[in-house]
């Protein structure tokens, strides 16, 4: 993989005003810059309990909030994926970060295929889940964006090394969504994982796994 920004510096935290839209995001350790894109409902704090630690040691590991979620402003219209994957691509911009790997949990994965589908970049997209705290009118605007998403038929446009990960129990995003994802990118690497804990939470429930995959992934 190969994952280049330039040395500009920049606030280690903060809030980036870009696409009708106030993002708060967190930086955590140097190198090759890495971001992470969180699911329906959820604020990016989920991926510090077993991703940043471990991820943080060689990448330079960038959270989001998505919009309608944690410390980012909350939407006043309806919106779709596209639209969060061009709040990813103006935090980018305002990080003055021109490659980057991703790495989605469940509609974070969504969010991925898109940012992929519109720019160049390298990309590791995984399928999971996570719960969903935050106000029912948010989420509710994410869950619309989420179901109306269906980029089946445009993944071939994806040319980024890809990662799709899945459990054997997941029943939200079964084993069968996932092969078919793999399938549509062209040199998509689908992984597995099974037995206990292989549900909808691999992050949570299978840490270890999971993290050893990510950090293989994109170290090849």
């Keep these: 993989m190969n994952s280049t920004t330039t040395a500009t510096r ?7 005003g870009t696409n009708g839209q106030q993002l708060h995001y ?11 894109l969180m699911g329906i409902g959820y604020d990016a704090s989920l991926w510090t309990l077993q991703q940043v630690p471990v991820l943080s ?10 919009r309608d979620a944690g410390r980012s402003s909350r939407a006043e219209h309806p919106y779709t994926i596209a ?3 061009d709040d ?18 469940s509609m974070g994965s ?23 705290p935050v106000e029912p009118a948010a989420y509710e605007r994410q869950a619309q964006a989420y179901l109306r998403f269906d980029a ?7 040319h980024a090394p890809t990662l799709v ?46 993290n050893q995959l990510v950090m293989t992934f994109l170290a090849g």
């Excluded at 967190?26 to 992470?36: A, T, Y």
């Excluded at 691509?89 to 989605?104: C, N």
């Excluded at 089946?152 to 994806?158: A, E, K, S």
Aim: negative net charge.
């Design 57 to 66: 040691t060689r990448f330079r590991v960038v959270l989001l909030d998505n």
């Design 83 to 85: 639209d969060m994957a």
């Design 110 to 132: 969504m969010i991925g295929m898109e940012f992929a589908l519109q720019a160049v970049q390298d990309t590791v997209a995984l399928l999971a889940s996570n719960p969903n």
């Design 165 to 210: 990960v899945v459990g054997e129990q997941d029943l939200l995003t079964p084993p069968w969504v996932a092969r078919e994802v793999a399938r549509g990118i062209p040199g998509a690497r689908l992984e597995t994982l099974t037995g206990d804990g292989s549900s909808h939470l691999l992050p949570l429930e299978r840490p270890d796994d999971f």
């Design 26 to 36: 967190e930086i955590h350790g140097d190198g090759p810059p890495l971001v992470l």
């Design 10 to 16: 920049v606030p280690r935290s903060g809030t980036v």
């Design 88 to 105: 990813v691509a103006g935090l980018l911009d305002a990080l003055d970060i021109q490659r980057t790997h991703l790495l989605g949990l």
């Design 152 to 158: 089946l038929d445009r993944l071939g446009g994806i």
